[in-house]
Structure formats: C-alpha cells, structure tokens
C-alpha cells in the first residue's frame, strides 16, 4: 500500500474526528445557553433550526468550492474556521446574536462535512475497497469524547469560556498536523467548471435515502429523552441513556462496517440495515419498557450507522458528476430532512402522540431497504465490493 495514501486516510479520519469532537463539545452548553437567555424549548427549537439553515444554505456552496479549488483545501479552511465558530454561540448576548452564531457555526460545520466527504471519497477510490464507514466511526466517537470531556469540565466547575477555548486550542493543533497529509488538489477538481445542480437521476434517488435516514437521526435526537421521560416516566438520567445507546451502537457500527460493505455489498448492507433499524425502533415503541426503549434505540442506531457513508459514497461515485458535487447535492437533501425531521415530529406528537409520531418514522426507515438498490456501486467506481462484481462471480 502506498504510504502517502495511508497517510491521508490517516488524516481524513483525524479531521473526521476533529469535526465531530467540534459539533459534540457544544451539545453540554445548551441548557446553559437556554438558562442564560431564559428562553423556553420552543423558542430554543427555533434558534437551533438557524444552525441547521446555515449548513443546509453551505452544504452546496462547498460541493462547488471543493469542485474548484480541490477537497484538501476548503476542508482545510472550513476546519480552521470551525475551530474559531466554537465559542460564538456561547458568547451570545442575545437571542438574535445567537441565531447569527449558530447560523454561523452551522454554516461551517455544513461545508466542512461535505468537503472532508469529498476528500474521503477520493481515498477511497484510491484505497479500491470500502473505508468510508470507518471515516463516519471516527466522527462519531468524535461527538462521543466532545460531549463527555463537555460533561465533564462543566460539572466540574470550569467555565464554559475555558472549555470552549481549550477545545478550541486543542483542534487547532490537530489540524495543522493532519491537513498536510491530505491528497493533493488535483486528485478530485473537476476538470469541468464546477457548477450548482439540484438533485436528478442517481443524485435524487440518493437525496430521497439521505433525507430519510437523517429525518430519522433528528427525530431521535431530539426526542428519544422525550420518548422515554414523558411516555414511560423515567428521570432524566435514564432518558439520557437512550441516546446514548443509540450513539454508542451507532460509533461501534461504523468502525465495523467497511468489512461488511465489502463482504456482503452497500445494496445488501444497506437492505440489512435499514431492517434492524425498523426492528429496533418498532420494538422501543411496542414494549411499553423503558429497558426495551433503550434497547432498542441502541439497534435503530446500529441499524443507521452505515447508510450514511454508504449513500455518501455512492454520490460520490455517480458517473459524470463530480464527487464533490454529488456529495453536496445529496448532503443537502439529507440534512433538509435533519432540519424538517424533529419539528414534523413534535407537529404530529402535538396532533395524535408521540409513538404514532416515531412510529411514522420507522416506515420511513422500511422505504430505506425497499430501496436499498439505489446504492448499488456504478460501473468503474473505483471500489470494488460484492455488489459491484460482475454477474455469475
């Protein structure tokens, strides 16, 4: 193996990491947030959503950008610039300065997240066998280590200002170490004028999978604690641990998961998957148990775990679209239902309850593995997997 291809799927892992470690250090400050401007849930919810449109608006703007001018450097310069949005929200004075931090923060972490996909895509095809999986494993065990080194430093006594700051030192660094190791900017410009496209042919059908599974993601981020302090009258603690069942399964599934894409294809991955999450949400939702709950939540985040970097990569290989591009297109619808998701389900819960509300979800979640084909690699994608072997193989 080349090693200057070892070393730059080294260094998307680390700047993976680096994203998520960002995004995770910020979900302890929330409720300080909240307590500092005293504002209720409804308006918080409404100031959160000015982060989602932030990455939604930059999402496209980087598949273009990273057209350009090469993944390496716009994941470079969203990297640093993600570092430095880190404090903004939390030195908000304001709900209107807050809505512009987040907007903001939202903004860099949206098109960093499509450029370093981009940049992962292209070792990808470089490495010829499936290793996006893992790229996703380490942004989740990324927001993993933010969240609780968040945790840790507030209940501790540190102040939200040091932690942030640390943190944000900290990354710095990371970055400057790792961006270095990147491929080069001519490994994935586009050799025709990089242009801003809406979702067509491939790129739909892949928007369609991407908008469902992170509509799913939203839903239970923002209301699994709900689900299980509200519906099944558990304390706060253990209304915690559903999703953290549900990140933790969901980290252990994408550090495991290239070996089964290549083993067994992203059509059948994705089929599998997408069934074991039913089953897991299904079974949360049926078995009035908070013990079931969170069981079950922990296999809806198993089953999630790979169907984002299977469909990321598979947008990242549709023919005569460059990968960026493809990853942005599809990125932005997906994050579309990320923003739709959680506001759909509290409009539902409101109208009829907060089971029939998740319940919804868990079709969508089906239509996933009815679907799964979509993902199937195209013709001289550069990564060879079961799916991808030619017919009587």
């Known amino acids: 193996m080349n090693s200057r291809l070892v070393r730059a799927r080294r260094a998307v892992l680390s700047i993976f990491f680096v994203n998520g470690l960002i995004l995770g250090s910020w979900v302890p400050h929330i409720p300080l947030v909240q307590e500092k401007l005293n504002v209720g849930e409804g308006i918080l919810g409404l100031a959160l959503l000015s982060m989602a449109l932030g990455a939604v608006v930059f999402m496209p703007l980087s598949g273009l950008w990273s057209g350009r001018f090469g993944s390496s450097r716009v994941t470079t310069l969203t990297a640093y610039t993600y570092c430095f949005a880190l404090p903004l929200p939390i030195l908000a004075p304001s709900l209107i300065t807050l809505m512009v931090a987040l907007f903001i923060f939202g903004a860099c972490t949206g098109a960093m997240d499509v450029a370093m996909n981009a940049q992962a895509v292209t070792v990808e095809k470089r490495f010829n066998k499936p290793v996006m999986s893992s790229f996703h494993g380490f942004f989740s065990l990324g927001g993993l280590v933010g969240a609780g080194i968040g945790g840790l430093a507030l209940a501790n006594g540190l102040s939200s200002m040091f932690h942030v700051s640390l943190i944000c030192g900290l990354m710095l660094i990371a970055t400057v170490t790792t961006v270095r190791h990147f491929l080069p900017k001519e490994a994935d410009v586009?050799?025709?004028?990089?242009?801003?496209?809406?979702?067509?042919?491939?790129?739909?059908?892949?928007?369609v999978l991407a908008f469902l599974v992170l509509m799913a993601e939203g839903a239970i981020a923002d209301w699994s604690a709900v689900y299980l302090k509200n519906v099944l009258s558990t304390g706060p603690g253990l209304a915690a641990a559903g999703y953290a069942a549900f990140s933790l399964m969901m980290a252990i599934g994408r550090l495991t998961g290239d070996k089964f894409v290549a083993n067994i294809g992203p059509v059948s991955i994705t089929r599998i998957t997408s069934i074991i999450a039913t089953f897991g949400l299904g079974a949360a939702l049926l078995i009035n148990h908070p013990a079931a709950a969170i069981v079950g939540f922990g296999f809806l985040g198993l089953g999630l775990s790979n169907l984002i970097p299977v469909i990321f990569s598979a947008a990242g290989r549709v023919p005569n679209v460059a990968p960026s591009t493809g990853i942005a297109t599809v990125a932005t619808a997906g994050y579309f239902g990320f923003l739709v998701g959680?506001?759909?389900?509290?409009?539902?819960?409101?109208?009829?309850?907060?089971?029939?509300?998740?319940?919804?979800v868990t079709i969508a979640i089906f239509a996933v593995s009815v679907f799964a084909s979509l993902t199937k690699p195209a013709e001289g994608g550069g990564v060879k997997t079961k799916d991808s072997a030619p017919s009587g193989t």
């Open 190 to 207: 586009s050799t025709e004028k990089p242009k801003l496209v809406l979702p067509r042919g491939p790129t739909l059908g892949l928007g």
């Open 342 to 360: 959680p506001p759909l389900i509290g409009f539902i819960a409101e109208v009829l309850s907060l089971q029939i509300a998740l319940g919804l």
